[in-house]
């Protein structure tokens, strides 16, 4: 049912089947085509006014031919309907080109936690970020970040580090890792790495490893979250030498390593992680070579030998305060 504008009642035509007008007859195209506009059109597209379609009482539209009668029936429901519209006119709308390609006028900014160096800081920097102690940030360099945390994370906030890299990045459990590793593939994976244990569990297996050497060889002891050559040490006598009870890391020492110039060197590459799901890895190719500043002499002779540190350790953090260099 529906209203006109005087209050009066009626109801919306029934058309039967679509196409068919209300004597059941097919409408000539040329007038469908008519009804058509008259029916959908009760707003001007360019002015935006409302247009007044012309209201017949019901005795005027008796008289009117079958196509007219569907049309007035058809303009009546148009005013109705469009009465609970909002008119509006595509006419209004605006184009607006792309902005032209430039810097960004948006600042960015990144929040470090706890320490960092001077070129950490300066690469930001010179990328056009901000530091900022807040926390609208857009980037984060620290630590990493706790589960929780992870989902507190906006759109636009990035982070230096996947969930759970502790995994990789601590020594006993990148240990961990390796031996399921290597029980599941096979005990020739990893070939390179040395025998390795993490006390205080596998103490008894260390004592027995080097019984079973004759009592000799030497053993790199290790903190199993630290960074920087703190904490490292050569013992040769692993009962007496580590506490029970220690939570370290102890593997089996290669006595006899790769010299240049009669000093041992490592090399560190720099990787970059983007996804692990698929994986994608970057590989920057340049990486350095660390030396240590002395010269190495085997450790399985003197005590001596395997007391200096910077001849066995590379790490730059131990060999840059040796005033000899």
């Not at 009642?9 to 058509?36: H, I, N, T």
């Not at 019901?58 to 303009?75: I, K, N, T, W, Y």
């Not at 001077?118 to 690469?123: D, I, K, S, W, Y």
């Not at 990045?169 to 790495?193: E, H, I, T, W």
Request: proline fraction near 5%.
């Amino acid at each position: 049912a529906w209203t006109d504008e005087e209050g009066q009642e009626g109801e919306y035509a029934d058309f039967g089947e679509e196409g068919a007008d209300d004597d059941g007859e097919e409408g000539m195209g040329d007038d469908d085509e008519d009804s058509s506009d008259l029916a959908t059109t009760d707003t001007d597209s360019t002015s935006g006014n409302e247009m007044r379609l012309p209201h017949l009482e019901s005795e005027d539209v008796e008289m009117l031919p079958a196509f007219a009668q569907r049309r007035a029936r058809l303009a009546a429901q148009g005013r109705d309907v469009g009465a609970h519209l909002v008119p509006f006119s595509l006419s209004h709308d605006r184009r607006r080109d792309p902005p032209k390609e430039g810097v960004c006028q948006h600042k960015l900014f990144f929040k470090i936690d706890g320490a960092s160096s001077n070129c950490v800081r300066n690469a930001w920097r010179r990328a056009g970020f901000e530091r900022t102690n807040k926390g609208g940030w857009n980037l984060w360099w620290g630590r990493p970040l706790r589960f929780p945390e992870h989902k507190k994370l906006n759109e636009y906030q990035k982070v230096c580090h996947f969930p759970g890299t502790y995994y990789l990045g601590r020594k006993d459990n990148l240990a961990r890792n390796v031996s399921k590793f290597r029980r599941s593939n096979g005990a020739s994976s990893y070939p390179y790495l040395p025998v390795t244990y993490i006390l205080p569990e596998d103490r008894a297996r260390l004592l027995q490893d080097w019984r079973d050497r004759g009592e000799r060889g030497l053993y790199i002891v290790k903190p199993k979250a630290s960074a920087r050559g703190q904490g490292i040490r050569l013992v040769a006598k692993p009962d007496v030498e580590i506490k029970k009870g220690a939570s370290v890391l102890v593997q089996r020492y290669i006595d006899d390593p790769l010299l240049i110039d009669g000093r041992k060197f490592d090399m560190r590459l720099y990787v970059l992680v983007t996804s692990f799901d698929p994986l994608r890895v970057y590989v920057f190719k340049e990486g350095l070579a660390r030396f240590c500043s002395e010269e190495y002499h085997s450790a399985s002779g003197k005590v001596s030998n395997y007391k200096r540190k910077l001849g066995h350790l590379t790490n730059y953090s131990l060999n840059k305060r040796n005033a000899a260099v």
